[in-house]
């Protein structure tokens, strides 16, 4: 990887905010990207205060309008900005950044609605801007090298996928009506659904990221287990896949003592694989007939892919930091071949897309509406990709 200095900025991500400390860790991590910008908070001063206590002087902004304006007038303005403010905002800013001339890191869900997403894929095809989104957990080494035995047929033709992210965090009927929990339940602030719109499409573009096809159609069965809530707080996703792949993916919020949660299993017609995102460093391997394997993050002849995303040697932790270093990285590569005008390392072209971020929105709201219907089989494809 080049080691040229990059320029990175960020909106949201404020002090105590859940995700911004993982994208600065994530970004730092290489020293190609130098913290340069943010309006890192809703409240200017807060913004503005907590921006200069980071070292971003005159570029701590207290608003993301602001640093629009007075960053694109800069010779040195940032290559990259991420987006980490809460989801009702994240498609008016990523749509000015990118028309503006800016590389885009957005958190997911990339927007609120489908109409909003194809806006979003149009914008970044038209300027020719890149515009990720945060699905940070296909950085992790290991899920690289899950999707590389798959391409390569270690288990033969995929058969079945099985996806999960259920945690408990939300489990507490008597702190559900806390503002602070209460409002990602309901339509007006969160949008047609909660935790698949939350936590379920991480689990389903994971699914497409290491299988390498695309969700066709879906069918959902949500609840809210927790009567004062609108939207739901468990769902269980039946889909299929343009590949042929039979899915099923469950999410929940009210699942107790399960604490992040995220995992994924894929069989084919000769193997099956195995991983969960709270042992990221062993990968379950068992070939049709033979012994169950335990792969190692960082052992010998592993994939390129999962060789340029491991970071520390064999046997030491590596965990979720490093998985969004490893998006950082890619953007860094992506960004710097077009900077050099050279065709940038293939292994590294694997952070996702607004196409990704895109699908995600479609899959939401056939989630939604097959929950209204009992079950209902829709067409999980978001109108321009039918
Ligand atoms: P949070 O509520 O903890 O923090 C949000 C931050 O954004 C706060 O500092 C707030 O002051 C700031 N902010 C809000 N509006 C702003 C505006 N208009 N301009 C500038 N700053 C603004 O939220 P959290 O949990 O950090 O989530 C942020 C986003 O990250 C969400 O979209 C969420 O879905 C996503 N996320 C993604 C994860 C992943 O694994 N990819 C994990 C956790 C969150």
Redesign the pocket.
């Known amino acids: 990887m080049t080691m040229k200095k990059l320029k990175w900025g960020m909106?949201?991500?404020?002090?105590?905010?859940?995700?911004?400390p993982?994208h600065r860790l994530g970004a730092g991590l290489d020293g190609v990207f130098e913290f340069s910008a943010g309006?890192?908070?809703?409240?200017p001063d807060?913004?503005i205060d907590y921006g200069q206590r980071l070292g971003l002087g005159d570029r701590a902004y207290g608003?993301?309008e602001e640093m629009l304006e007075a960053e694109k007038k800069r010779d040195d303005r940032v290559d990259l900005v991420t987006?980490?403010?809460?989801?009702a905002?994240?498609f008016e800013?990523t749509k000015a950044f990118l028309e503006n001339g800016f590389h885009v890191l957005c958190?997911?869900?990339m927007t609120m609605t489908i109409e909003e997403g194809e806006d979003i894929v149009e914008i970044a095809k038209k300027t020719g801007n890149i515009c990720a989104v945060?699905?940070?957990?296909t950085g992790y080494s290991l899920v690289r090298h899950m999707r590389a035995m798959i391409a390569r047929g270690d288990i033969g033709k995929v058969r079945l996928v099985n996806a999960e992210f259920a945690h408990g965090h939300h489990a507490d009927a008597t702190d559900a009506d806390n503002p602070r929990v209460r409002w990602r339940y309901d339509p007006a602030q969160a949008g047609v659904s909660a935790q698949f719109a939350?936590c379920g499409i991480?689990a389903l573009h994971m699914a497409s990221f290491v299988t390498g096809q695309e969700v066709e159609k879906l069918s959902a069965d949500t609840v809210s287990c927790i009567d004062v809530r609108t939207l739901e707080d468990d769902a269980m996703v039946n889909f299929r896949m343009d590949g042929g792949a039979v899915g099923r993916l469950w999410t929940s919020s009210i699942a107790i003592g399960r604490q992040h949660g995220l995992g994924i299993q894929v069989f084919g017609e000769t193997g099956g694989l195995r991983w969960s995102q709270e042992h990221p460093n062993q990968l379950y391997y068992m070939p049709l007939g033979e012994r169950l394997q335990v792969i190692e993050r960082g052992e010998a002849n592993l994939s390129p892919e999962a060789d340029r995303t491991s970071r520390v040697t064999i046997g030491h932790a590596e965990g979720?930091p490093l998985a969004?270093a490893n998006i950082y990285a890619d953007l860094a590569e992506a960004i710097s071949a077009r900077k050099e005008s050279r065709i940038m390392d293939s292994a590294a072209n694997l952070y996702p897309r607004a196409e990704d971020g895109l699908r995600s929105m479609a899959a939401v709201f056939a989630v939604a509406q097959s929950g209204k219907e009992d079950g209902k089989w829709m067409d999980a494809r978001p109108p321009m990709f039918r």
């Open positions: 909106i949201g991500g404020g002090e105590g905010s859940q995700i911004g993982a309006a890192l908070d809703h409240r807060y913004g608003g993301w987006v980490a403010t809460p989801n905002t994240h800013i958190e997911k869900p945060n699905y940070g957990y939350d991480h979720m969004f």
